[in-house]
């Protein structure tokens, strides 16, 4: 705990010396994108909401956890640090990752396209079941 908090602070630090930290909205960026990548109407609606959610996954995070079925906290301290077990559906899990693997590389294949570098655009194939 003691090593969290001194990493905190030193970033604090960091932070500080560059004027403080800079908020970057990356919700906006991907909702004109989510037109281009999805052609569902239906899909596009969904974007934004799933992107929030998973945007936690991404990154390594787990605030999308709490709340949600399965998830329990324990041993929690003073300082609102605690055990967290996340719990609950796999398959869940998996369409939280897909959808923003799905959309990456949409992205990276049109940075691809417009670095003139068609060629790095990898072509991903995945069966899908209805």
């Not at 999805?38 to 969904?46: E, N, T, W």
């Amino acid at each position: 705990m003691s090593r969290l908090k001194m990493r905190v602070e030193q970033v604090d630090a960091l932070l500080a010396d560059l004027g403080g930290a800079y908020r970057i909205d990356m919700t906006n960026v991907v909702l004109r994108d989510a037109v281009d990548v999805f052609a569902d109407p239906a899909v596009r609606a969904q974007v934004r909401g799933r992107w929030q959610q998973v945007s936690g996954s991404v990154h390594g995070l787990a605030w999308q956890h709490f709340g949600q079925e399965g998830t329990e906290v324990a041993e929690l301290s003073a300082d609102g640090i605690g055990l967290v077990t996340i719990g609950g559906d796999i398959a869940q899990l998996a369409v939280d990752y897909f959808c923003v693997f799905h959309l990456a590389s949409a992205a990276w294949k049109l940075f691809a396209r417009r670095a003139g570098q068609p060629s790095l655009a990898v072509e991903w194939t995945y069966a899908t079941s209805t």
